[in-house]
């Protein structure tokens, strides 16, 4: 278990590193999970060079037991938004313009997205 957790934190530094030694505009946690994700495509190839947490299916067991409880993780986000509730109340024209035309363009980019997988699928417009 001790070593699964290292093995996601370490793949998370290394994109921490890699993110601010090169300047690349991805958080470092999203190339960390790349990191792992490789690591697992791989981990058939090269068996006998993996740490066991990768082989022993103890690496799937803790990033289950993270998810479960990531809701806890959003805590300390969401304390820091109530603590700047002024800036809120400053822009929250801009904010709710924001959240509705973001989640317009979601839901529209998902529609269209359903609408060029149905005809993919069933070979043409109905």
Same mark, same amino acid.
């Given at each position: 278990?001790i @070593?699964?957790? +290292?093995?996601i934190?370490a793949?998370?530094?290394a994109?921490?590193? /890699?993110a601010? !030694?090169s300047g690349?505009p991805?958080?470092?946690?999203v190339?960390?999970?790349g990191?792992l994700?490789g690591?697992?495509? %791989?981990?058939g190839?090269l068996a006998?060079?993996?740490? #066991?947490a990768l082989n022993d299916g103890s690496?799937? +067991?803790?990033a289950? !037991?993270?998810? !479960?409880?990531?809701s806890?993780?959003?805590?300390? %986000?969401? &304390? #820091?938004v109530i @603590?700047r509730?002024?800036i809120?109340?400053q822009? =929250?024209? %801009?904010l709710?313009?924001a /959240?509705v #035309?973001?989640s317009?363009?979601g839901?529209? !980019?998902?529609?269209? &997205?359903?609408?060029?997988?149905d005809? =993919?699928q069933?070979?043409g417009?109905?």
């Open positions: 278990m @070593q699964s957790f +290292a093995i934190l793949c998370q530094l994109g921490e590193i /890699l601010r !030694a690349l991805l958080p470092g946690p190339i960390g999970i990191f994700l690591l697992l495509l %791989a981990r190839q006998g060079l993996m740490p #066991g690496l799937e +067991a803790v289950g !037991a993270l998810l !479960a409880h990531l806890v993780l959003f805590v300390p %986000a969401g &304390v #820091g @603590q509730l002024d809120l109340g822009h =929250w024209p %801009a709710a313009v /959240l #035309g973001s317009l363009l839901i529209l !980019a998902t529609g269209m &997205v359903f609408l060029l997988i005809r =993919w069933n070979g417009p109905r």
